[in-house]
């Protein structure tokens, strides 16, 4: 019973040292969603699927969000998208390059971030994706 509750106590020393980062990997993702994990107001998302795809994909999604972009800006190995909600709050998108077929995005909304709003903008490039 005893090392039960040592056991116990180790995840919450993690947690408070700042280790407990949420990562989730492949299962119960969307389709394309090779990884992602939110951290400090940051979600990292890896999509499988070649650069330029995804770009378009990003671009698309926060249109039909009603996100304004107020600029977007790529060359071969990576991107910046910027905009603006209607609540006012700021949204960036930054994409890089990492293989042929996988590119990662990193995604916040907002001065902390805003995870849910962050994973929205995850799940509806995700979808736009698996329409090509």
């Known amino acids: 019973?005893?090392?039960?509750?040592?056991?116990a106590v180790i995840p919450l020393?993690?947690?408070?040292?700042?280790?407990?980062t949420l990562v989730i990997f492949g299962a119960g993702t969307a389709a394309g969603v090779a990884g992602f994990k939110y951290l400090n107001g940051t979600l990292e998302v890896v999509y499988e699927y070649p650069?330029?795809?995804t770009w378009d994909a990003s671009n698309?999604?926060?249109?039909?969000?009603?996100?304004t972009i107020t600029d977007s800006k790529h060359d071969l190995t990576g991107g910046k998208i910027e905009g603006t909600r209607a609540d006012g709050q700021a949204v960036k998108?930054?994409?890089t390059y990492k293989s042929p077929?996988?590119?990662e995005v990193v995604i916040r909304v907002g001065i902390m971030g805003d995870e849910g709003a962050s994973m929205a903008i995850k799940d509806r490039i995700a979808v736009l994706l698996m329409r090509k």
């Open 1 to 7: 019973m005893r090392m039960v509750r040592y056991l």
């Open 13 to 20: 020393l993690l947690l408070m040292a700042g280790c407990g």
């Open 51 to 53: 650069f330029i795809e």
């Open 60 to 67: 698309k999604a926060l249109a039909e969000l009603g996100i």
């Open 93 to 95: 998108l930054s994409l």
């Open 101 to 103: 077929k996988e590119t």
